[in-house]
């Protein structure tokens, strides 16, 4: 009934004192413990003329302590709004050094250290969308993901190059939920966009990023990765047509290479051989009667598969 209001030594000399136990006569010179102070503060207890000690009924105890977390948490509720005002004020008043002068909404970030730590920021800190443009890049990639996992709420969405796929971190990490992960051949930025904030990757400044907090920028953004969503293939297994059709695996080879993506990629991407990718190739145009890869994508648009 009490758990979490009282402590456990408080809760157990209450239920002593309601029960009308032995332990609950105790002497008026008898110092105070711990519990009893407790008890005495949230006043559900008290001495009878006699010295004796009385627990209120327990419906009483329990309103008292609500009303007493009630308080509680109402003041701490004032205290962290008067935190992020300050946090509002600082920011406001102590623009970061990259900051564009004349605007809050822009801020050019110089090198990949300051990238990868503002992007860390936004992502563990994200309550509700996390969208993630993935190229390659040579020598570590400031934009990709942090290790650390964020709210299991959090959508995550990524699109990624077969080379970006490649990479010890393509989409190994635990932000690969199902249906997390698309592909496409070409991407021409890095970008993230964590709830209504972006980062947008700026080639010549080795690593670094422009940081856009301006509304219509971010709408243009997250319209930009939506239809890029659209037009990239889903890396998760589809699903496997009635028997007698083609498996789930040529479906996802058939769907890369719709998409673009050369033998040499689509076994990247899948984690397979070129060998195995041109054989499952070639079983698709026996199945769908097609002599190329131009009449083979023809055939299967025809057939419903891509």
Not at 67 to 93: K, P, S, W
Not at 108 to 136: K, M, Q, Y
Not at 172 to 199: F, K, N
């Amino acid at each position: 009934m009490f758990a979490g209001l009282l402590s456990d030594d408080a809760r157990r000399l209450y239920e002593a004192l309601v029960a009308d136990a032995p332990a609950s006569a105790v002497a008026p010179e008898e110092p105070e413990t711990p519990a009893l102070a407790e008890l005495l503060r949230h006043a559900l207890v008290f001495r009878t003329p006699t010295g004796r000690l009385r627990a209120v009924p327990p419906a009483a105890a329990l309103r008292r302590l609500l009303v007493a977390r009630q308080r509680d948490l109402a003041d701490a509720n004032r205290e962290l709004a008067d935190r992020y005002a300050e946090l509002e004020r600082l920011e406001r008043e102590l623009p970061r050094a990259g900051q564009i002068p004349g605007t809050t909404e822009l801020e050019l970030l110089s090198g990949s250290d300051d990238t990868a730590a503002r992007l860390h920021e936004l992502v563990t800190g994200a309550r509700h969308d996390c969208r993630h443009l993935r190229t390659h890049q040579v020598g570590g990639d400031p934009h990709d993901w942090p290790a650390r996992a964020p709210d299991a709420a959090v959508r995550f969405r990524t699109i990624c190059t077969p080379e970006a796929l490649a990479q010890p971190t393509g989409a190994t990490t635990g932000h690969h939920r199902p249906g997390s992960h698309r592909l496409l051949p070409r991407l021409p930025v890095q970008l993230t966009v964590a709830d209504r904030v972006a980062l947008v990757g700026v080639e010549s400044t080795n690593g670094g990023a422009l940081l856009v907090r301006a509304p219509t920028l971010v709408d243009a953004l997250l319209d930009y990765f939506d239809l890029l969503w659209r037009r990239a293939v889903p890396l998760d297994p589809p699903a496997p047509l009635p028997t007698g059709g083609p498996s789930a695996a040529q479906l996802q080879v058939l769907r890369l290479a719709a998409a673009g993506l050369k033998d040499e990629a689509i076994a990247r991407s899948l984690g397979r051989s070129t060998r195995w990718v041109r054989r499952h190739i070639e079983s698709l145009e026996e199945r769908l009667g097609a002599t190329n890869r131009l009449t083979l994508g023809v055939a299967a648009a025809r057939n419903g598969l891509i």
